[in-house]
C-alpha cells in the first residue's frame, strides 16, 4: 500500500514545513523502498551539500538511513531520527530527518571528519556553525510529536478514503438495486397478464366441456387445473410485487439518510 493511494500528500508536506519551521529540525518522508515522497523542510547545507554531497559522505549517510532508527548520531556527529509510519499493523512508509547538533559543535572533531570526506575543513567547520543546536531531550520530544501526528493523519484520511469508497459502493448498489425492483415488476406485470389470459382460456375451456358434455369431461379437468394454477400465480405474482415494493421502499428510506 502506497501512502499516494489515498493520501493528499500537500496536507503531509504542510505538516513537515511547519514542524521544521517550529522545532529547526529538517525532516522528510520516504516510502517502504527509501524513496522520497515529500519535499525536504529544514535541510541544512552541512548535510545536503557538504557532507551527503560528496561520495564517501554519501555512502555513510546512506548506511545511516538504512540502519538508523529512532533518534540517533548520524556518522558526522548531528542527530537524526527515522520514525516508521504504521498503517494497520503495516509500514507504509517512515519520517526521517532531524540534522541538528545536541551541543555546540567541536571544530576540531569536525575538521577530522571533514578530512576523511574529501572536504574542506574551514569550510566544513563554517556550514556546521550554522546548523540548528537542541538538547536531546528536546530533539527527541520532537521527533516523537512529529512521529505521532503524521501517524494519526496518515490514520484519519486512509478512514476518510475507504468511508468515501464504501460510500460510492453503496451508492452504485442503491442504483443497481433499484433497477432491478424496476425489471421485477415489469416481469410481474407480464406474468400477470398471463395469468389473465390462462384465466380466460380456463373460463373458455369450461364453456367447451358443458357443451359438448360428457365426452369433455376429461377435458374439463383440465380446464378446471389450468383454473387452479392461474389462481395460484396471480397471488404469487401479487407477493412478489408486494416484496418488490418493500425493497424500493427501503432503497428510498436509505437515499433519504
Known amino acids: 500500500m502506497k501512502l499516494s493511494d489515498f493520501m493528499d500528500m500537500s496536507h503531509l508536506q504542510e505538516v513537515q514545513d511547519a514542524f521544521s519551521a517550529a522545532t529547526g529540525l529538517a525532516a522528510i518522508a520516504i516510502d517502504t523502498e527509501g524513496n522520497y515522497i515529500t519535499k525536504g523542510s529544514g535541510f541544512t547545507d552541512f548535510c545536503m551539500k557538504y557532507t551527503r554531497g560528496c561520495p564517501e559522505g554519501a555512502k555513510r549517510c546512506k548506511k545511516c538511513d538504512a540502519?538508523?532508527?529512532?533518534?540517533?548520531?548520524?556518522?558526522?556527529?548531528?542527530?537524526?531520527?527515522?520514525?516508521?509510519i504504521i498503517l494497520n499493523g503495516e509500514k507504509v512508509g517512515a519520517i526521517i530527518g532531524g540534522q541538528v547538533l545536541p551541543h555546540e559543535p567541536d571544530e576540531e572533531k569536525f575538521k577530522t571528519i571533514a578530512g576523511e570526506l574529501g572536504i574542506d575543513p574551514d569550510t566544513?567547520?563554517?556550514?556546521?556553525?550554522?546548523?540548528?543546536?537542541?538538547?536531546?531531550?528536546?530533539?527527541?520530544?520532537?521527533?516523537?510529536?512529529?512521529?505521532?501526528?503524521?501517524?494519526?493523519?496518515?490514520?484519519?484520511?486512509?478512514?476518510?478514503?475507504?468511508?468515501?469508497?464504501?460510500?460510492?459502493?453503496?451508492?452504485?448498489?442503491?442504483?443497481?438495486?433499484?433497477?432491478?425492483?424496476?425489471?421485477?415488476?415489469?416481469?410481474?406485470?407480464?406474468?400477470?397478464?398471463?395469468?389473465?389470459?390462462?384465466?380466460?382460456?380456463?373460463?373458455?375451456?369450461?364453456?367447451?366441456?358443458?357443451?359438448?358434455?360428457?365426452?369433455g369431461a376429461g377435458f374439463g379437468i383440465i380446464a378446471k387445473q389450468m383454473g387452479t394454477f392461474s389462481k395460484q400465480s396471480t397471488e404469487i405474482y401479487k407477493k412478489i410485487t408486494q416484496d418488490a415494493n418493500s425493497i424500493a421502499e427501503s432503497i428510498h428510506k436509505m437515499n433519504e439518510t
Open 124 to 215: 566544513y567547520v563554517r556550514a556546521v556553525q550554522k546548523v540548528p543546536v537542541r538538547s536531546e531531550k528536546a530533539i527527541r520530544a520532537a521527533a516523537s510529536l512529529l512521529s505521532d501526528v503524521v501517524n494519526r493523519m496518515v490514520l484519519q484520511e486512509y478512514l476518510s478514503a475507504t468511508e468515501y469508497k464504501k460510500i460510492h459502493v453503496w451508492e452504485k448498489e442503491i442504483a443497481n438495486a433499484t433497477e432491478t425492483v424496476a425489471r421485477i415488476k415489469e416481469n410481474t406485470r407480464e406474468l400477470e397478464g398471463i395469468a389473465s389470459k390462462q384465466t380466460i382460456m380456463a373460463l373458455n375451456a369450461s364453456i367447451e366441456t358443458a357443451r359438448v358434455g360428457a365426452a
Open 67 to 84: 540502519d538508523g532508527h529512532g533518534v540517533y548520531e548520524c556518522h558526522a556527529g548531528l542527530m537524526d531520527f527515522a520514525n516508521d
